[in-house]
């Protein structure tokens, strides 16, 4: 028996917009803490630029790299909670291909928190930035503004999102 079927017979019906919550959530919070390590790593980056010690992009690609041991963890836990909880149907596609939009919703998120501070000259208008980008993301990811009534232009949204793919694909 599907989940579709289940849900139907028991009266119940998927909430998307709560996932949509729930991932957007977890996400900006994965954004939001990183962002401090990163300031802290920006000194460490300066003074071992200054010393010659290795250049920059060398830096930038061990920082990038870092962060997908913790981005894969936490997904699979995640996943392994959620996916048990909601009911949905345990086959193996189905759960790695909500895994895979797991972790890599969790990572693009994190990295732009890494961005963020990348792009900003002080800690303090990180949080001014990041919420716009936040509005913007939230706003074109399908639920503010349904695909039938949005016009033509703002369907690169759905190509550039991974975050509406995970909702899509697994939970309508």
Sequence with gaps: MTLKTRMAREGRRPNVITYHILIKGLCNKNSSAVQPLIV???TVLYRERAAAMYSAI???????????????MQALLYVVIIYAMIG?????AKFFWYLFFTFFSFLYFTYFGMMMIAMSPDQSIVPIMSSSFYTLW????????????SHYYFL?????????ADILLFHV
């Excluded at 060398?58 to 894969?72: C, F, H, S, T, W």
């Excluded at 949905?88 to 193996?92: M, N, P, R």
């Excluded at 690169?156 to 509406?164: G, P, S």
Aim: glycine share 4%; aromatic share 16%.
């Design 58 to 72: 060398r830096y930038a690609l061990a920082q990038v790299a870092n962060e997908i041991p913790y981005g894969a």
């Design 40 to 42: 802290v790593q920006r």
């Design 156 to 164: 690169f949204r759905l190509t550039a999102n991974l975050f509406q």
């Design 138 to 149: 939230n706003l074109l990811s399908g639920f503010v503004i349904p695909k039938p009534v």
């Design 88 to 92: 949905f149907e345990w086959t193996v």
